[in-house]
């Protein structure tokens, strides 16, 4: 078989619009619920000084139930039936959420100290840029905002979260919980990608700026 | 530009009552084409699903996908083509033919896509989304497991619970191991990729399909529409008014039907308008052996 003859878009099951239609389906059957997720998360990320004590523990669960709900929900309920890979990716969406619960709970994850510097500026640019614009990246296409990818319901702004999130903690045990937030972003890269829009670029870029900046902690440390 | 052009119209009527002007003899239209095992016929131009009909629950892209089901009916009809592997495309053709009552008036084709073992479970699941049980055509694909599921599908049709029986590839791929399967299975249909661009099938399985009797569905009329997308940048050969072509679109249907080795089509689009022109390919001249050599020299030196 020639596999080289293969070209990405030969891989794509479904056409753009179809794609995008997913996400103002999948939210308008259960909205407003694809805003609490987020907004929560904004909120808890706002009041983590006044806080401290609870607020890592928030953050776990909220991070957990946003990784189960994508994938049981998004991924298993709306995207399957179009992309039937993808059945096969939901089971890696709940081990995420239980590492997560084991890095927050066990680990103390998303306490102890702040990071700072380069790790800081990109964990709260992913963080932030995923909880609260990335839903708005549907504008440019035409669609209203009850068809944007939120996380906790869109597998790449909960991926970009979480990838972000994770960079702003010092744990060393953070690793295990960033090869499936990778994983999607590079599989949505190359749907996306397929798809010849803008927004695999973010989607590269995200995981681009976490690999480049965890590259760069662990080189300070050893030095 | 849109590869539609907008004297389409002018062109099906000019084509419809000029002679060919250079005074070649271009091939008179052939609306159906023979089934040459069973000798049953099917309009030349059907439809494919790949990736159109695939929308899952999506109420307005299944009404969608509804319109251009009725619009090729209203056009003839033939050949609708799908596989378990097209996501939701079967479940879709079901909606669409249960919606406008038409399961009994197409030409009903789809695929083995999963190994022999599994074979009797997928066409059961398949029957249920098409809303049939009993296909026109049922065809192993990408020749997987082939031999054991030839051998299913041959016994269905022994048995009366299958018209045709055939086997496909795409891509260009497989196809030494397809001429095999072709000069030692009594197959009714084989399907392959043949366009402009493609044309390593005319070499041998288009000539063998023809000395065994076996009809040829063509997939990928368009390379998934990429081949319109880029000639549509091209001036249209200046045989296109010859053959009543208006398009790119139009020329590259002619240059597939054109084959002597050819019964049908399946083009996928998700317009009502495309149909329709994709469908009025067959009511002009069809390119002769000699027309055919010049479009592919013409689109060779593009």
């Known amino acids: ?223 | 530009m849109d590869r539609r052009v907008v004297l389409q119209g002018v062109a099906s009527v000019a084509a419809a009552t000029m002679l060919p002007a250079s005074g070649r003899a271009a091939e008179a239209p052939a609306c159906r084409r023979r089934i040459p095992s069973t000798g049953a016929e099917i309009p030349a131009v059907g439809i494919g699903s790949w990736i159109t009909f695939n929308v899952g629950s999506d109420p307005v892209l299944l009404d969608r996908s509804t319109s251009v089901i009725a619009a090729f009916l209203e056009e003839g009809g033939g050949v609708i083509d799908s596989s378990p592997m097209y996501g939701s495309s079967q479940a879709t053709i079901g909606y669409a033919l249960a919606q406008l009552d038409a399961a009994a008036s197409v030409f009903s084709a789809d695929k083995i896509w999963t190994s022999a073992a599994d074979a009797s479970g997928q066409l059961a699941e398949t029957g249920a989304r098409w809303g049939t049980s009993r296909f026109d055509l049922l065809q192993v694909h990408n020749l997987i497991d082939w031999q054991a599921n030839l051998e299913l599908l041959f016994a269905l049709k022994e048995a009366g619970q299958l018209g045709h029986v055939g086997i496909t590839t795409s891509h260009g791929r497989r196809h030494d191991e397809l001429e095999r399967i072709l000069a030692s299975q009594p197959v009714d249909f084989v399907q392959l990729t043949y366009n402009l661009a493609d044309r390593e099938a005319e070499a041998r399985l288009l000539p063998l399909a023809r000395e065994k009797g076996i009809a040829v569905i063509v997939n990928r009329p368009f390379r998934r529409g990429s081949l319109i997308r880029d000639l549509d940048r091209e001036p249209l050969p200046a045989m296109a008014a010859e053959l009543g072509a208006g398009s790119w679109a139009q020329v590259l249907l002619k240059f597939i039907l054109g084959h002597p080795a050819t019964t049908c089509v399946i083009p996928a689009t998700t317009q009502v308008d495309h149909v329709r022109e994709n469908k009025g390919v067959v009511r002009g001249p069809l390119p002769n052996a000699a027309m055919r050599r010049e479009l592919a020299a013409y689109f060779d030196d593009l």
């Open chain 1, 1 to 223: 078989m020639r596999w080289l003859d293969y070209r990405l878009h030969d891989f794509l099951l479904f056409a753009p619009d179809t794609y995008w239609r997913l996400f103002e389906q999948a939210n308008q059957a259960v909205w407003p619920f694809p805003l609490i997720i987020p907004l929560l998360l904004a909120c808890c990320l706002a009041a983590r000084r006044r806080f401290a004590g609870a607020v890592p523990y928030l953050v776990t669960g909220l991070l957990a139930a946003a990784w189960v709900w994508c994938g049981g929900y998004f991924v298993g309920r709306w995207y399957a039936p179009v992309n039937w890979l993808a059945t096969y990716t939901v089971p890696a969406f709940y081990l995420q959420a239980l590492l997560l619960l084991w890095f927050g709970m066990f680990r103390n994850g998303f306490g102890g100290q702040p990071v700072t510097g380069a790790r800081r500026v990109v964990g709260w640019t992913l963080t932030a840029g995923a909880l609260l614009l990335y839903p708005l990246a549907v504008l440019p296409r035409g669609q209203g905002v009850m068809a944007g990818e939120f996380a906790g319901t869109a597998p790449d702004p909960t991926a970009i979260a979480t990838l972000g999130l994770c960079l702003l903690t010092r744990q060393p045990a953070v690793t295990a919980c960033l090869p499936i937030p990778l994983l999607v972003c590079a599989a949505s890269f190359l749907t996306l990608r397929a798809m010849e829009s803008w927004q695999a670029w973010l989607l590269l870029a995200a995981a681009a700026a976490t690999l480049g900046v965890l590259a760069t902690s662990s080189s300070s440390r050893v030095r």
